[in-house]
């Protein structure tokens, strides 16, 4: 009886060991099977999912290494089309780019900027007003009207003491194209106006003596060079057109009289000297003192803000 309960007990204790020896093959992997965890259904839909993210994620970058190395993996067809592409990418820039640099062109145009071949970039405005080198002038002489394209009318002559008094009744009378600023120019700012095609004179108007009170006058040519060859007037008549043939005032004193009334008690064979200003003939581009007794015409200007 106790050698059969052993012979149980054994058999009980060593049944897997023993079937696995002595069972068939096939049964041995059913047992394996059995013994082993079940796999998860969601872990394996997931796999395939898995997999194609990754090739996404992996095929730029063999794209792109095939495209830099060297051209020996990349079909000629393939690499031919990725030049023509940039091509046509830079093509596209650039027209994109020209449209637009002539929409800007357009729209300036339209807001009355203009290219002048001797004063640059100019800006015409209403009321026959034109913006020039950082000044706003007044496209016709005092005496003249704008008519919309050009300036009519006879332009006034006055002395320097008239001319102040004019504008000054002026700006009291409203103004001129809605400004009540409007002032005589000084003689670099008219000077900035002069056009002299066939050149300049050497001379400058620190040359002329000590009487030239314009600071840096070191640099302004007194005249045009050759009188003969002058365009008159010296000046850009497209900008300012019936412009005359004569001397303009600036608000520059050129000389004044002597402080010393025994000066000419004195001196009885001097001329007796009278105050002048400077002032441009657009005749000739000639910048000189002039008597302030002398009638000249009279140009506005104010500064551009």
């Given at each position: 009886m106790k050698a059969l309960i052993y012979v149980k007990k054994s058999r009980s204790?060593?049944?897997?060991?023993?079937?696995?020896?002595?069972?068939?093959?096939?049964?041995?992997?059913?047992?394996?099977?059995?013994?082993?965890?079940?796999?998860?259904?969601?872990k394996i839909a997931r796999l395939p999912f898995i997999v194609i993210v990754l090739g996404l994620l992996v095929s730029p970058f063999a794209t792109v290494s095939a495209m830099y190395d060297g051209g020996t993996n990349v079909p000629q067809k393939y690499a031919e089309a990725?030049?023509?592409?940039?091509?046509?990418?830079?093509?596209?820039?650039?027209?994109?780019?020209?449209?637009?640099?002539?929409?800007?062109?357009?729209?300036?145009?339209?807001?009355?900027?203009r290219q002048n071949a001797r004063y640059?970039?100019?800006?015409?405005?209403?009321?026959?007003?034109?913006?020039?080198?950082?000044?706003?002038?007044?496209?016709?002489?005092?005496?003249?009207?704008?008519?919309?394209?050009?300036?009519?009318?006879?332009?006034?002559?006055?002395?320097?003491?008239?001319?102040?008094?004019?504008?000054?009744?002026m700006m009291r009378s409203g103004g001129y194209a809605g400004y009540t600023d409007w002032r005589l120019p000084t003689i670099l700012e008219l000077e900035s106006l002069r056009v002299c095609e066939s050149g300049y004179h050497s001379w400058t108007l620190g040359q002329i003596g000590g009487l030239a009170n314009i600071p840096?006058?070191?640099?302004?040519?007194?005249?045009?060079?050759?009188?003969?060859?002058?365009?008159?007037?010296?000046?850009?008549?497209?900008?300012?057109?019936?412009?005359?043939?004569?001397?303009?005032?600036?608000?520059?004193?050129?000389?004044?009289?002597?402080?010393?009334?025994?000066?000419?008690?004195?001196?009885?064979?001097?001329?007796k000297l009278t105050p002048s200003n400077y002032a441009l003939d657009f005749a000739t581009g000639d910048i000189s003192g002039h008597s302030v007794s002398r009638s000249y015409h009279i140009r506005l200007v104010r500064d551009a803000r």
């Open positions: 204790l060593g049944s897997i060991f023993f079937s696995r020896r002595t069972h068939s093959r096939a049964g041995c992997i059913r047992q394996i099977n059995q013994d082993r965890p079940h796999a998860d259904p969601m990725v030049v023509f592409n940039a091509h046509e990418t830079l093509r596209d820039m650039r027209e994109q780019s020209n449209k637009k640099q002539a929409e800007r062109e357009r729209a300036r145009e339209r807001e009355g900027f640059g970039e100019i800006r015409l405005l209403n009321y026959g007003t034109v913006l020039v080198k950082g000044r706003h002038w007044a496209r016709c002489s005092v005496g003249q009207s704008w008519d919309g394209t050009t300036c009519t009318g006879t332009p006034v002559s006055a002395t320097l003491g008239e001319a102040k008094e004019l504008v000054r009744i840096k006058s070191k640099n302004i040519r007194r005249s045009c060079n050759d009188l003969s060859e002058i365009r008159q007037p010296t000046i850009e008549n497209t900008v300012f057109p019936s412009t005359p043939k004569g001397v303009f005032w600036s608000q520059t004193f050129h000389m004044r009289g002597p402080i010393n009334p025994d000066f000419y008690v004195r001196y009885p064979t001097m001329k």
